[in-house]
């Protein structure tokens, strides 16, 4: 700066208004913890002074609310202070990594989603957190659609484990998340695999179904390779995905003719029950 004298009266404002602030912020962080752990005192609930106490207590909830006066002064930690009070000790904990960020990802979280949301943060906190700020807010809902899998499966594969949390059922998401040896690949192989699953999740875990018959898959680049032949087809050879009809009618053919067996079953021993009652004496 030019001139000397409004630089050196700037730095003295900055000075004289630091201790200021800091003061204020230190009233908003007293007066937050005191409200919360009063409220969690005076409701009675075992469930939430248990959960209090598995969080840390008094010291998680000074830290987490420090964090979200120093982020985003009092509006946050009013924020921060709400989730506490509807639902418990454990969103102060699903918070703590970064009170801003995941206040604003519970906030894109549908309500019927919010409380399994709050515990899947609430167990990885800094791991939820991360996978947020990498993926985007959907991270929890995808998160909470698989409890106990579904965190594992988007910190595993990514972008393409988000994609199948968000699309595929919990049965098919624990597929994924049981398969082993993916980050012991190279990584070429990583990566065509992230790939494939991004292209089509279903194909790729239905093919796991089938490879695995109901044990775990052990990854190898040999593996990769095989499943991108016979699924999507390689070197100009196509695959089952790129022949839907083909694959889809053996299907379909597979389902017709189980109902047809079964009506001609039903219709088989409806006839003999006819006749035996028409032949009795």
Known sequence: MKNPTIATALLLAGLILSPITVHAQGGIVRKGVTELVEFFAESGAKQATKELAEIGG?????????????????????QVISLGKSRGPRALKALEADPALMAKALRAVPDAKVADA??????QPAL??????????????????????????IDEFGGAGLKAAKELGTDDVLVLARTKGFREMPEAAQ??????????????TNFLILAGGGTAIVMTADFVNRLE???????????????PMVFYSWVIGGVLVAAL??????????VLRHTKQNIKP
């Open 58 to 78: 008094e010291k998680t909830v000074r830290e987490v609310i420090e964090k979200a006066a120093t982020q985003g002064g009092d509006d946050l930690v009013r």
């Open 118 to 123: 709050v515990l899947e943060a609430s167990r």
């Open 128 to 153: 939820m957190a991360k996978l947020v700020r990498s993926h985007g807010d959907e991270v929890l809902t995808a998160s909470a659609r698989h409890p106990g899998i579904g965190t594992q499966v």
């Open 191 to 204: 990566r065509k695999f992230v790939g494939l699953l991004d292209r089509d999740p279903r194909a790729v």
């Open 229 to 243: 032949a016979e699924v999507f087809g390689k070197d100009g050879k196509p695959g089952r995905l790129t022949q």
């Open 261 to 270: 067996v079964g009506y001609a079953t039903i219709k088989l021993w409806g």
